[in-house]
Structures are given as structure tokens and as C-alpha cells.
């Protein structure tokens, strides 16, 4: 609290009074404010969130481009260019035990992070919406099935789902989406079915079913829209989880094989290789990291500027 | 209350038995033998090999003979090492990986309970987010990006611990440390956020108008009531030690649970990726059935039994 000392005198002549006419003064100005607008400029007043977004955007740019900025290839060898310490002139990101250009190779490999990242998001957006609305929809003995189908399924490790699908098929981009589409929808079901639950009982639902709406109506028009900024919110942070799994389980060699890259098993050849050529490491995981961060960072903004009860 | 635990236990045991039957099925068509060099080997070495490990029995009765043995404990024997039951190798290397969790959480306890409430208590100052950069980091650093680096650092260039093995207590500090990250990160934002809550409420304004010491506040009222939902975070905990322990491990060369299991992946020994994975499910099945079980119990304004939201 300011408080001042300042002793302000008001005469008559420091005022003059507004001319409106009654028509005027009963306009609404401005264009109302939707939710998405409204959150988009909260969104936008939160610095660190837009930065992130800003790196989201430019990691994406360069799993795209980056790989085209160089006239080599991620799987080009050539023994003659063993080992070259990064530079401007030659190697942006120095090249590996084959010659092959880290920079092609870590852009690469990023977009196999980012296309977990949209498997991951289409799984989420298609199954676990529409099994959790279904589920929360018709209640009773529907949901009691589908639930306990999900508890079995979330019982089951993710963990050991990916090496056993590992196993068995190669180890690879497929195994890996498999692993993660058996799975990784099951935390967002939940989270809509509890959502839809609660929104069943209240009013505005009640009253379009009494005006005739049929189930897909009410659960497109009505449902849907009320928990989508739940589910974004919950992908923000799922996705660097899937993200950081991919990598996880190429570093323990049972993700994607060589000579295809990914940050994780790139990261693994870095480690074993890091006394020598800490580079081989460095840039691979700097990648990842900065992935996760920006879209945990992300994630926080999103939660800050869609959930109405962090509204101030 | 009671009725809803064994209703609980009872999934859960139908959790573990559809694992293990799904797990057991799947290894049967792995591509390859588990007899190495088979094409070296005579018919009839071959047949005695198979007969050792009931491996000439059509397949449902390995089935039934494997699931009446975990009835009974016994987890069947490596193909490797001489035959060695599972669960004598499991016993071995067992206290190990406890010994560095149990590291992990003491620590990583320690430092993310600081971190979440120096957060909370200084809200919006530049502790609080240097505190939540921290986690931040914490969280978004992985397990194998850190220790490389831990071992690069500390140990080379350093020269502080030991890089690899496990000998002392002193080989135990590094990958502890490592493992200890995500925890300390979890439970910093977590703390904050639930004392940021507390601090809000009436009690705690009413225990300052009391006249209580600013100290006294936040122990007595603060701190006990935000303790309580920790329990809820006990599931991403042990799934993050888990999948932490496979890859520290693995990295230091520590003869735990984690580097056996990765090992036994590539060596194909089934019965000890089996036996394994059915202990790592009953991690995971085990912290589920007590996170929903203890939340009931601790926090009397949540009622789990019989609340059909």
C-alpha cells in the first residue's frame, strides 16, 4: 500500500462533464470476449510462456529446415571426416565416429521426438476424449466396464509395455508407437470422465437435452468444448514425458536403431564418447532438454491462462 | 472403507495376474531360441537341454507349471548364469537398488521439501523462482543426460567420487544424487503449490491473529496440513525411481535390479525378465493401491469408498 502525503484540493474547474446521449451511454463497447480470447491475452501477457512457445516454434522450424542448411545427409559416412570438432566453416555440430554430420543427425532425430509428440497429442485428442466422454456420457454399467478396462490397462507399466512391444517386434519407430498408443491415452480418459460427470449434472446440459438435443450434439457441442482446455493442459505436460520416454528407451538401445537417429540414442553414443568429444553429448541433449523445458514452461502459462480458478 | 480395499486388492491381484500371463505369452514369441548355439548342439543335447527347462512340454503346460511355481515363490531359473533361481539372483541385487532409492528419496525429500517451501513462504521473490527454476530443470534434465554429465564432471574433471561400480558408500553418492533429482523437483512444486493453498485459509489467518509466532504458524498449521496430499505423489515417484534405477544403473556399472534387467533383455534370459517385471508391476500396482488407500484415510474430505462422481 502507497501512501501519500500529498494534500490535492478539488475545485469545480478541474472537471467537465461528458457529453453522451442516453442512446450512446447504453452501448457495449468492445467486441465481447470468448474464452479462447480471453485466454489468449493472458497468454500473451505471460513472457515466459510466449518465449517458450517462441522456442517450440523454432526447434519445430529446424527438425523441418535444418537438416536442407547443410549438403550433407544424417546417414552420409565418410571415415575421412572422423571426429571433426564443431565449427562455423565446416561442421555446425562436428561430426561423429563415422563422419556423419551431427547437425543433420540431431535435427533428425528431433523429429522423431516431435513426431512422438503428435502421436502422443492425437492419442490423447481422439481416443482418450472420446472414450472418457462416452464413458462419463452414459454412466452406469457402460462406465463401470470401461473403467475397470482402463484401471487394468493404467495397472499395466508403460515401461515394461514398450520392451515387451520392443521385443517382439523390432525396435523402432512402429514398436514405439504401438507401445505408446496401447497406453497413453488412459490418463486423459480419466480426466474427461470425471469432467463430463460433473458437467452432466448441471443446468445448461440439462436444459439442451430438454430442447431435444441428441447425444452427439450434447456431446459435441456441450461436452467437448467444456473440457477441451483440460485436455491441453494435460498434454502439455504428457508430451515431454513421451518425449523424454522415446529417448529413454533408445539410450537403453531398444528405441530406434542406427544408422536412424534419435535424440536418445544419440545422447547414448555421446555418453560413451564424451571424454573425448563432449560435443557428441552436449548439443544432442541440450536439444532434448530444451524441448521438455519449453513445453513444461508452456504447459504452466496454458494452466495459468485457461483454468478459471488460477484467474486472479 | 473396508469393502473398497478388498475390492482394490482383488483388481489388483487380477492387475498382476493378467501382466504375468500377457508377459509369459509374449515371450513365447520372441523370435529366436533361449538355447544359445543350438545349431551346434545334437538332437539329443538339445532335447536334454529342453527337458532341464521344460522346455520340450507343449506350451500350456509351461504355462500352468510356471504360474503353480510364482504360487509358490519360485520364479523359475536363469538360462545363463548355471541355471541360478530367479529369485536368488532378484535377492541379490535387490538391496542394492533399494539402498540407492532409499538414498534417492531421503535426499531428494530433503532438498524439495527446502526448495517448496522457501517457494511458498517467499511467493514471487526471487528465491521462489530461482526455487522453481530448479525444478524445473530438475524435471525436464533426464536421468541420462545428467549422469554422463555427473560422471564427467564430479568424477573426471573433478575428481570428487568415483565414476563407476559399486565398492563403498562413496560409489553410492553420485548415482544417488542423480536419481535423487526428479524427486527433490517433484516434491519442491509440489509443496509449494499445496502450502500456497494452505496459507490462504482461514485457520491460518485465524493462527496469526492469535498472536502464534510467524515460526510456530508455519509448522504447527501450515506445514502439517500440506504434507498431507504428498501421498498422492507417490505413484510418479516410484515410476521415477523405477525407470531412473534401469538407467543409473546401467550408466555407473552398480550391480542392481535396473542393470540385470536391461542386461537380461539383451541376453534374453526370460525367466529373469519375467521375474523381474512381474516385481517391477508389483511396485507399480502396490503404490497405486496405497496412494488411493492412504488418501482416504489421511484426508477425511475425501471419501474414496463409494464416491461415484
Same mark, same amino acid.
Given at each position: 500500500?502507497?501512501?501519500?502525503?500529498?494534500?490535492?484540493?478539488?475545485?469545480?474547474?478541474?472537471?467537465?462533464?461528458?457529453?453522451?446521449?442516453?442512446?450512446?451511454?447504453?452501448?457495449?463497447?468492445?467486441?465481447?470476449?470468448?474464452?479462447?480470447?480471453?485466454?489468449?491475452?493472458?497468454?500473451?501477457?505471460?513472457?515466459?510462456?510466449?518465449?517458450?512457445?517462441?522456442?517450440?516454434?523454432? +526447434?519445430?522450424? @529446424?527438425?523441418?529446415?535444418?537438416?536442407?542448411?547443410?549438403?550433407?545427409?544424417?546417414?552420409?559416412?565418410? @571415415?575421412?571426416?572422423?571426429?571433426?570438432?564443431?565449427?562455423?566453416?565446416?561442421?555446425?555440430?562436428?561430426?561423429?565416429?563415422?563422419?556423419?554430420?551431427?547437425?543433420?543427425?540431431?535435427?533428425?532425430?528431433?523429429?522423431?521426438?516431435?513426431?512422438?509428440?503428435?502421436?502422443?497429442?492425437?492419442?490423447?485428442?481422439?481416443?482418450?476424449?472420446?472414450?472418457?466422454?462416452?464413458?462419463?456420457?452414459?454412466?452406469?454399467?457402460?462406465?463401470?466396464? *470401461?473403467?475397470?478396462?482402463?484401471?487394468?490397462?493404467?495397472?499395466?507399466?508403460? @515401461? +515394461?509395455?514398450?520392451?515387451?512391444?520392443?521385443? +517382439?517386434?523390432?525396435?523402432?519407430?512402429?514398436?514405439?508407437?504401438?507401445? %505408446?498408443?496401447?497406453?497413453?491415452?488412459?490418463?486423459?480418459?480419466?480426466?474427461?470422465?470425471?469432467?463430463?460427470?460433473?458437467?452432466?449434472?448441471?443446468?445448461?446440459? @440439462?436444459?439442451?437435452?430438454?430442447?431435444?438435443?441428441?447425444?452427439?450434439?450434447?456431446?459435441?457441442?456441450?461436452?467437448?468444448?467444456?473440457?477441451?482446455? +483440460?485436455?491441453?493442459?494435460?498434454?502439455?505436460?504428457?508430451?515431454?514425458?513421451?518425449?523424454?520416454?522415446?529417448?529413454?528407451?533408445?539410450?537403453?538401445?531398444?528405441?530406434?536403431?542406427?544408422?536412424?537417429?534419435?535424440?536418445?540414442?544419440?545422447?547414448?553414443?555421446?555418453?560413451?564418447?564424451?571424454?573425448?568429444?563432449?560435443?557428441?553429448? %552436449?548439443?544432442?541433449?541440450?536439444?532434448?532438454?530444451?524441448?521438455? %523445458?519449453?513445453?513444461?514452461?508452456?504447459?504452466?502459462?496454458?494452466?495459468?491462462?485457461?483454468?478459471?480458478? *488460477?484467474?486472479? | 472403507?473396508?469393502?473398497?480395499?478388498?475390492?482394490?486388492?482383488?483388481?489388483?491381484?487380477?492387475?498382476?495376474?493378467?501382466?504375468?500371463?500377457?508377459?509369459?505369452?509374449?515371450?513365447?514369441?520372441?523370435?529366436?531360441?533361449?538355447?544359445?548355439?543350438?545349431?551346434?548342439?545334437?538332437?539329443?543335447?538339445?532335447?536334454?537341454?529342453?527337458?532341464?527347462?521344460?522346455?520340450?512340454?507343449?506350451?500350456? #503346460?509351461? /504355462?500352468?507349471?510356471?504360474?503353480?511355481?510364482?504360487?509358490?515363490?519360485?520364479?523359475?531359473?536363469?538360462?545363463?548364469?548355471?541355471?541360478?533361481?530367479?529369485?536368488?539372483?532378484?535377492?541379490?541385487?535387490?538391496?542394492?537398488?533399494?539402498?540407492?532409492?532409499?538414498?534417492?528419496? #531421503?535426499?531428494?525429500?530433503?532438498?524439495?521439501?527446502?526448495?517448496?517451501?522457501?517457494?511458498?513462504?517467499?511467493?514471487?521473490?526471487?528465491?521462489?523462482?530461482?526455487?522453481?527454476?530448479?525444478?524445473?530443470?530438475?524435471?525436464?534434465?533426464?536421468?541420462? #543426460?545428467?549422469?554422463?554429465?555427473?560422471?564427467?564432471?564430479?568424477?573426471?574433471?573433478?575428481?570428487? !567420487?568415483?565414476?563407476?561400480? !559399486?565398492?563403498?558408500?562413496?560409489?553410492?553418492?553420485?548415482?544417488?544424487?542423480?536419481?535423487?533429482?526428479?524427486?527433490?523437483?517433484?516434491?519442491?512444486?509440489?509443496?509449494?503449490?499445496?502450502?500456497?493453498?494452505?496459507?490462504?485459509?482461514? /485457520?491460518?489467518?485465524?493462527?496469526?491473529?492469535?498472536?502464534?509466532?510467524?515460526?510456530?504458524?508455519?509448522?504447527?498449521?501450515?506445514?502439517?496440513?500440506?504434507?498431507?496430499?504428498?501421498?498422492?505423489?507417490?505413484?510418479?515417484?516410484?515410476?521415477?525411481?523405477?525407470?531412473?534405477?534401469?538407467?543409473?544403473?546401467?550408466?555407473?556399472?552398480?550391480?542392481?535390479?535396473?542393470?540385470?534387467?536391461?542386461?537380461?533383455? !539383451?541376453?534374453?534370459?526370460?525367466?529373469?525378465?519375467?521375474?523381474?517385471?512381474?516385481?517391477?508391476?508389483?511396485?507399480?500396482?502396490?503404490? /497405486?493401491?496405497?496412494?488411493?488407500?492412504?488418501?482416504?484415510?489421511?484426508?477425511?474430505?475425501?471419501?474414496?469408498?463409494?464416491?461415484?462422481?
Amino acid at each position: 500500500m502507497e501512501t501519500s502525503n500529498r494534500q490535492i484540493t478539488f475545485t469545480p474547474d478541474l472537471f467537465e462533464p461528458v457529453e453522451r446521449s442516453p442512446e450512446e451511454a447504453e452501448k457495449i463497447r468492445g467486441a465481447p470476449v470468448g474464452f479462447w480470447g480471453d485466454a489468449w491475452r493472458r497468454l500473451k501477457r505471460n513472457r515466459i510462456a510466449v518465449a517458450a512457445g517462441c522456442v517450440i516454434i523454432l +526447434i519445430l522450424a @529446424l527438425a523441418v529446415v535444418g537438416p536442407l542448411l547443410t549438403p550433407y545427409t544424417s546417414i552420409g559416412q565418410d @571415415l575421412d571426416r572422423q571426429y571433426k570438432t564443431p565449427s562455423l566453416s565446416g561442421f555446425w555440430f562436428g561430426t561423429d565416429e563415422f563422419g556423419r554430420s551431427m547437425f543433420d543427425r540431431v535435427w533428425v532425430g528431433t523429429r522423431v521426438s516431435l513426431y512422438i509428440a503428435a502421436l502422443v497429442t492425437a492419442m490423447d485428442m481422439c481416443v482418450g476424449m472420446a472414450y472418457g466422454a462416452l464413458s462419463g456420457y452414459y454412466g452406469g454399467k457402460v462406465d463401470n466396464i *470401461m473403467q475397470r478396462i482402463v484401471e487394468i490397462l493404467v495397472g499395466i507399466p508403460i @515401461l +515394461i509395455v514398450a520392451i515387451l512391444t520392443m521385443l +517382439i517386434l523390432e525396435p523402432g519407430i512402429l514398436s514405439l508407437t504401438i507401445a %505408446i498408443g496401447l497406453t497413453g491415452w488412459t490418463s486423459s480418459a480419466r480426466l474427461i470422465r470425471g469432467q463430463v460427470l460433473r458437467l452432466k449434472e448441471q443446468e445448461f446440459f @440439462l436444459a439442451s437435452r430438454s430442447l431435444g438435443a441428441n447425444t452427439f450434439r450434447l456431446i459435441t457441442k456441450h461436452l467437448i468444448p467444456n473440457v477441451f482446455y +483440460i485436455l491441453i493442459i494435460t498434454l502439455m505436460y504428457t508430451v515431454p514425458t513421451a518425449v523424454f520416454f522415446e529417448a529413454f528407451l533408445s539410450f537403453i538401445g531398444l528405441g530406434i536403431q542406427p544408422p536412424a537417429a534419435s535424440l536418445g540414442a544419440l545422447i547414448n553414443d555421446g555418453a560413451h564418447q564424451m571424454r573425448f568429444y563432449p560435443y557428441m553429448l %552436449i548439443f544432442p541433449a541440450a536439444v532434448l532438454v530444451t524441448i521438455t %523445458i519449453s513445453f513444461r514452461l508452456l504447459g504452466d502459462g496454458l494452466r495459468d491462462a485457461l483454468d478459471p480458478r *488460477m484467474r486472479q | 472403507m473396508l469393502k473398497y480395499i478388498l475390492k482394490r486388492l482383488v483388481n489388483a491381484f487380477l492387475v498382476l495376474f493378467i501382466i504375468t500371463t500377457v508377459t509369459w505369452f509374449l515371450m513365447q514369441l520372441l523370435p529366436g531360441s533361449p538355447i544359445q548355439n543350438a545349431e551346434k548342439l545334437t538332437a539329443e543335447q538339445e532335447a536334454q537341454v529342453g527337458e532341464q527347462y521344460n522346455l520340450d512340454k507343449p506350451l500350456p #503346460v509351461q /504355462y500352468a507349471l510356471y504360474m503353480t511355481g510364482l504360487v509358490r515363490g519360485d520364479l523359475g531359473n536363469s538360462y545363463l548364469y548355471g541355471g541360478t533361481p530367479v529369485t536368488s539372483i532378484i535377492l541379490d541385487r535387490l538391496p542394492v537398488s533399494m539402498f540407492l532409492g532409499t538414498q534417492a528419496i #531421503v535426499v531428494g525429500l530433503v532438498v524439495g521439501l527446502f526448495l517448496g517451501i522457501v517457494g511458498a513462504l517467499k511467493q514471487n521473490s526471487i528465491w521462489d523462482s530461482g526455487a522453481a527454476f530448479l525444478a524445473v530443470l530438475g524435471v525436464s534434465v533426464p536421468d541420462f #543426460v545428467l549422469a554422463p554429465l555427473a560422471q564427467y564432471w564430479l568424477g573426471l574433471k573433478l575428481g570428487i !567420487f568415483p565414476i563407476a561400480f !559399486f565398492e563403498s558408500w562413496w560409489h553410492s553418492v553420485l548415482p544417488s544424487l542423480v536419481l535423487s533429482t526428479v524427486v527433490a523437483a517433484v516434491i519442491a512444486t509440489f509443496t509449494r503449490t499445496e502450502m500456497l493453498e494452505v496459507l490462504g485459509q482461514d /485457520y491460518v489467518t485465524l493462527a496469526k491473529a492469535k498472536g502464534l509466532s510467524k515460526l510456530a504458524v508455519v509448522l504447527k498449521h501450515v506445514l502439517r496440513n500440506s504434507m498431507i496430499p504428498l501421498v498422492t505423489i507417490m505413484l510418479p515417484l516410484t515410476a521415477a525411481l523405477v525407470t531412473g534405477v534401469l538407467i543409473v544403473e546401467t550408466v555407473f556399472s552398480i550391480p542392481g535390479l535396473g542393470e540385470q534387467f536391461v542386461r537380461s533383455i !539383451f541376453e534374453k534370459d526370460f525367466p529373469i525378465i519375467m521375474g523381474t517385471t512381474i516385481l517391477f508391476s508389483v511396485f507399480f500396482v502396490a503404490s /497405486y493401491l496405497l496412494q488411493d488407500i492412504l488418501y482416504g484415510l489421511i484426508d477425511p474430505r475425501i471419501r474414496v469408498a463409494g464416491n461415484r462422481e
